[in-house]
C-alpha cells in the first residue's frame, strides 16, 4: 500500500480510503469481515457519519484491536452547536473509540455559511473538542461551486477537505490546486460516480487494454498531484479487492492518461448534475424509488442499455427488497428530493424523461 504525506498534519494517508455510507450487507459480521482485511490490507483511513445508519456499529467492532493502525474521519452539520455536539459525542460512544483523527463540517457549500458556523459556536466547538485530544484535525465536506470552495480552502480554518471528483466530474480539480499550495489535505469522494464507472462496458473495456473501467477511474484519481486520498464506497470483499490494485502506487503512464478523452467520451450521455445514490433524497412522500431509477437512468443514458434498464425498472412495485419503492409516473413534482440533492440534480426532469424511456 502507498502512503502519502497527507497536507500539513503530518499524518501518511493510504491511497485508497474506505467510505463506510454503502456497506449495506445485511450480515454485520460480513462487513466487519470487510473492514478487518482492508485494515489488514494496509488500508488506513475510515469516513463515517452519524447518519449512516448502522455502520458506526460496524466499523466500531472491527476496531477492535486496529485503533492505533488507523485513522477514523467523521462529519456532523454546522448549522447548531446542540445538534453537532450531540452527533460528536454519540458517534464516539458507538465507534467506542476517544477521538477523532478528523471531524468534519459536512456539506459546508460557501464563506456565508464559514461564518454561521463561527457566530453559531459550532466551529469553537469543534476547536474545544481538539483542545481536549478529542479531535485532532478540523475539516469540511463539500458539493459547492468549486470557487467558493476555494475561498474555503484558503481561509486557514481547515486542514482537510472532502470534495467530489471523478473522471466525469472534474470540475473541482481547481480545490485540489488550492489545496495543494495551501497545504490542505484533500480527501477524493464519489470517485466511480455512485457506481456508475465500475459499468462492466464492453465499449470502455476495449479503450482500457489491461484494465477495468473502475481501476482506470480510481488510478486516474491516484495519479493527480494534491490528491491524498481517494474514499471509495466499498460494500463487499470484490470491491474491496478491486480498490486495492489501486494502493501499489503506480500512476497511469502518458500514453494511458491519453486515453482520457475517450473515455470520457463513453459518459457522453450523461450531464454534470449527476445522480451518484447517495441517498439524501430520500424519503419521497410517494415513495418514489429516486435512487434506483436515476442508476436505472444512467445506464441506459451512458452505456445504452435500455432494455436491461427497463428489465430492472419494471421489477419496481413488484415487492422485491432490493428495489424498493414506486415508479417515476408516482412523482407528484413537489420539490422535496430537488431541495436535499447536494449534486443540484434536477430530478423531477429526470424522472420524466425516465417515464418516456421506458415506455
Not at 462487513?31 to 455502520?55: F, P
Not at 479531535?135 to 458539493?143: A, D, L, N, R, Y
Not at 467530489?164 to 470540475?171: G, V
Not at 470502455?204 to 477495468?212: A, D, P
Amino acid at each position: 500500500m502507498e502512503y502519502r504525506e497527507y497536507g500539513k498534519t503530518g499524518l501518511k494517508l493510504s491511497t485508497v480510503g474506505f467510505g463506510v455510507m454503502r456497506l449495506y450487507h445485511p450480515d454485520i459480521e460480513e462487513s466487519v469481515a470487510v473492514l478487518r482485511e482492508a485494515m489488514k490490507q494496509g488500508v488506513n483511513i475510515y469516513e463515517t457519519c452519524r447518519h449512516y445508519g448502522d455502520h458506526e456499529v460496524r466499523l466500531g467492532k472491527a476496531l477492535k484491536g486496529y485503533r492505533d493502525k488507523v485513522y477514523i474521519s467523521s462529519k456532523g452539520h454546522y448549522g447548531e452547536v446542540e445538534a453537532l455536539k450531540k452527533d460528536f459525542e454519540t458517534s464516539l460512544k458507538i465507534l467506542d473509540i476517544e477521538y477523532f483523527d478528523f471531524y468534519q463540517l459536512w456539506g459546508l457549500a460557501d464563506m456565508e455559511g464559514l461564518a454561521a458556523a463561527r457566530q453559531n459556536g459550532v466551529l469553537d466547538q469543534l476547536r474545544d473538542y481538539q483542545a481536549q485530544g478529542l479531535c485532532k484535525h478540523i475539516g469540511f465536506t463539500s458539493h459547492g461551486q468549486p470557487e467558493n470552495v476555494v475561498k474555503l480552502v484558503e481561509s486557514g480554518e481547515f486542514a482537510s477537505v472532502t470534495v467530489p471528483l471523478s473522471l466525469i466530474y472534474q470540475r473541482t480539480l481547481p480545490v485540489v490546486a488550492a489545496a495543494k499550495k495551501k497545504g490542505v489535505g484533500v480527501m477524493v469522494m464519489t470517485p466511480l460516480m455512485g457506481g456508475v464507472l465500475a459499468n462492466p462496458s464492453t465499449r470502455l473495456k476495449e479503450k482500457l487494454s489491461g484494465y477495468t473501467s473502475a481501476e482506470f477511474a480510481l488510478r486516474w484519481l491516484a495519479s493527480l498531484d494534491g490528491v491524498g486520498t481517494v474514499l471509495s464506497g466499498i460494500g463487499q470483499m470484490s470491491d474491496l479487492e478491486e480498490n486495492l490494485k489501486v494502493g501499489d502506487g503506480n500512476r497511469l503512464s502518458p500514453e494511458e492518461m491519453m486515453k482520457l478523452d475517450e473515455v470520457i467520451k463513453e459518459f457522453s450521455g450523461l450531464d454534470d448534475k449527476f445522480c451518484t445514490g447517495c441517498g439524501y433524497c430520500t424519503p419521497c412522500p410517494q415513495e418514489v424509488a429516486i435512487p434506483y431509477i436515476l442508476k436505472f437512468y444512467n445506464q441506459a443514458k451512458a452505456f445504452g442499455l435500455v432494455d436491461w434498464a427497463k428489465e430492472q425498472y419494471n421489477n419496481l412495485e413488484q415487492g422485491h427488497g432490493w428495489a424498493p419503492g414506486m415508479k417515476a409516473d408516482k412523482c407528484t413534482e413537489c420539490g422535496e428530493c430537488e431541495e436535499k440533492c447536494p449534486h443540484g440534480v434536477p430530478i423531477r426532469e429526470k424522472l420524466k424523461e425516465m417515464v418516456e424511456l421506458m415506455e
